[in-house]
Antibody
Framework: EVQLVESGGDLVQPGGSLRLSCVASGFTFRTKWMHWVRQTPGKGLMWVSLINGDGTNTNYADSVKGRFTISRDNAKNTLYLQMNSLRVEDTAVYYC??????WGQGTLVTVSS | QSALTQPASVSGSPGQSITISCTGTSSDIGTYIYVSWYQQHPGKAPKLMIYDVNNRPSGVSDRFSGSKSGNTASLTISGLQADDEADYYCSSYTTSNTVIFGGGTILTVL
């Protein structure tokens, strides 16, 4: 059974930083492309970032490029999202999303003064 | 890049079939098989229903099926049930090495 446990969401002031983590189990993590997807309450889904199995291919949505960094530790079956220079509009539930698998329950990031 | 285009809402009666369309471009749906569909009930995380155009994850009912023609993908739900009432989102990989989602479709079971 696929299990994904996201953590790291919090209330942070504009300009602040957070690191999200996602611990995965139930599938072969090291070969799986992984994504972060976010959803503002009451709104649709927005893709944030992707990383391939060995971490050599990463990409970002234009709205987060230069501020967010995706990474992974295959020895720990863990995906990360380092978020810097956070803005009010980054407020959302962030989901860890493996390709072709179900997602985690998400972690809430609130950016507010 | 603009979102994939989905109808804002569709409806059907129990037992009927409905189809939700998802229109993209030659830079996404038209080029790749990496089209997925997600179901989201209120307050819950999205659930993968279809991946790679027409593949169902284990545990997903065979009442759900996917297809693609040109730049448009479709999700068909047959034998509508009350629990199918939810929001549905499509997604596609793109030629820019990104992923794009549709705006979502609210399915109402009358």
């Amino acid at each position: 059974e696929v299990q994904l446990v996201e953590s790291g969401g919090d209330l942070v002031q504009p300009g602040g930083s957070l690191r999200l983590s996602c611990v995965a189990s139930g599938f072969t993590f090291r070969t799986k492309w992984m994504h972060w997807v976010r959803q503002t309450p009451g709104k649709g889904l927005m893709w944030v970032s992707l990383i391939n199995g060995d971490g050599t291919n990463t990409n970002y949505a234009d709205s987060v490029k230069g501020r967010f960094t995706i990474s992974r530790d295959n020895a720990k079956n863990t995906l990360y999202l380092q978020m810097n220079s956070l803005r009010v509009e980054d407020t959302a539930v962030y989901y860890c999303a493996p390709a072709e698998e179900d997602w985690g329950q998400g972690t809430l990031v609130t950016v507010s003064s | 890049q603009s979102a994939l285009t989905q109808p804002a809402s569709v409806s059907g009666s129990p037992g009927q079939s409905i189809t939700i369309s998802c229109t993209g471009t030659s830079s996404d749906i038209g080029t790749y098989i990496y089209v997925s569909w997600y179901q989201q009930h209120p307050g819950k995380a999205p659930k993968l229903m279809i991946y790679d155009v027409n593949n169902r994850p284990s545990g997903v009912s065979d009442r759900f099926s996917g297809s693609k023609s040109g730049n448009t993908a479709s999700l068909t739900i047959s034998g509508l049930q009350a629990d199918d009432e939810a929001d549905y989102y499509c997604s596609s990989y793109t030629t820019s090495n990104t992923v794009i989602f549709g705006g979502g479709t609210i399915l109402t079971v009358l």
